[in-house]
């Protein structure tokens, strides 16, 4: 039967080349499919993990512009900030609308700079508008000044021209299994579409920088909310803490490598040098912005205090963050890094393949 089918072209036509040209379909297809396949084990990033970026992010950015307005206005050294859960809610859903707003530039394809300069920060602006005064929970209207028009302006500009460009580059491998660090391989590359890698060092400290101010902001608020009755779930925290955390954390996930994967060290094994290593970070930050009156939090009238810096009062929680800390570890063992973005002419944001694509 297998001869049949190789001898049948050649009966037909007469013409040798046309069986040679036949028998070379199937090779044709067979390196079509493998790419197929490593594409499939790629993904754009889950729904619930671009919420969870998005509230972080927009929380970030209220720390940081508060802080820096406390600088100018008080020449504060402790550049303190203040989100809350609300606004991290809002800006989940604000980030995620206007990644769909990005989306639209393929409309704009001849027309990019009406897009990316009048038409997404309009949009922008008014969705930061309307999150102002939804947040002040006013009959009146909050009236916004020139400065705060010009800050919203550049921050769209850094969305449509960084953010939502530098996300398009993230895609989610579920196929990579969580308790090791990925290493490249040959499945690691996909057609027309550059090497994949793990997530950059600078953007993984910049994940767990976000993270600790999501953190303090939540705890803050909670603690507002339990002594002195603040339904507005206000929460602060401090720029410097940006540093604190990113780099705590940065050094926390190579301990975890390193006693995890090269010893094979159980959780309750590394929890405590997690904690000893927290503490001793803590303690030393605190000591030298203590130095510049930039130390932005004070343990003395809480009991099992050292110098007002460190408290065993906040042992469970930060017991609670370090083994968070690994969940996260391994959440972001998952998540590769493009050289070139997915997002061309006819794609959408967050890395989906071009149609063209799709039909070669």
């Known amino acids: 039967m297998a001869s049949r089918w190789r ?25 079509s499919r493998e790419t197929e396949d490593a594409e499939g084990s790629l993904r754009e990033l889950p729904r619930w993990m671009r919420l969870y970026f998005y509230g ?53 394809r001849g027309r990019p700079v009406v897009f990316h300069l009048v038409f997404y920060p309009s949009i922008y602006i008014g969705l930061q508008i309307l999150i102002g005064n939804i947040n002040t929970l006013t009959e009146q209207v909050r009236v916004v000044s020139g400065t705060q028009l010009a800050v919203h302006y ?16 993230l895609q989610y491998h579920p196929s990579c299994p969580p308790d090791a660090p990925s290493k490249p391989g040959p499945e690691d590359s996909g057609h027309n579409r550059g090497p994949l890698r793990g997530l950059p060092g600078f953007v993984r400290f910049m994940f767990f920088g976000m993270q600790g ?19 507005t779930l206000s929460g ?37 040098i997690y904690i000893c290593f927290i503490y001793t970070w803590e303690f030393s930050w605190g000591l030298v912005l203590r130095q510049f009156g930039a130390c932005s939090w004070d343990y003395s009238h809480y009991p099992h205090n050292f110098m007002g810096l460190i408290t065993l009062l906040y042992l469970p929680g930060w017991v609670c963050l370090s083994l968070y800390q690994d969940v996260l570890s391994n959440v972001l063992l998952r998540i590769k890094c493009t050289k070139d973005g997915l997002s061309g002419e006819n794609g959408e944001v967050n890395g989906q393949l071009e ?6």
């Open 7 to 31: 001898d049948g072209p050649r009966s037909c036509s007469g013409d040798t080349s046309v069986g040679l040209k036949t028998a070379q379909i199937p090779r044709q297809q067979e390196p």
């Open 56 to 108: 972080m992010h927009g929380v970030t950015l209220d720390v940081l512009l508060s802080s820096l307005q406390g600088l100018f206005s008080h020449r504060d050294p402790k550049l303190v900030g203040f989100s809350s859960p609300y606004l991290c809610i809002m800006h989940s859903l604000t980030h995620f609308a206007l990644e769909k707003i990005y989306s639209q530039k393929r409309c704009f």
């Open 154 to 169: 550049i921050l769209a500009l850094y969305f449509g021209q960084v953010f939502h460009r530098g996300l398009s580059t």
């Open 213 to 231: 101010l999501l953190d303090e902001v939540l705890f803050t608020s909670i603690f507002n909310l339990v002594e002195k009755s603040d339904r």
């Open 236 to 272: 602060h925290t401090s720029l410097w803490s940006f540093l604190m955390y990113g780099s705590c954390s940065f050094v926390v996930e190579k301990l975890y490598f390193n006693l995890h994967f090269s010893r094979g060290w159980g959780v309750w094994r590394r929890l405590p």
């Open 355 to 360: 149609s063209k694509k799709k039909t070669l």
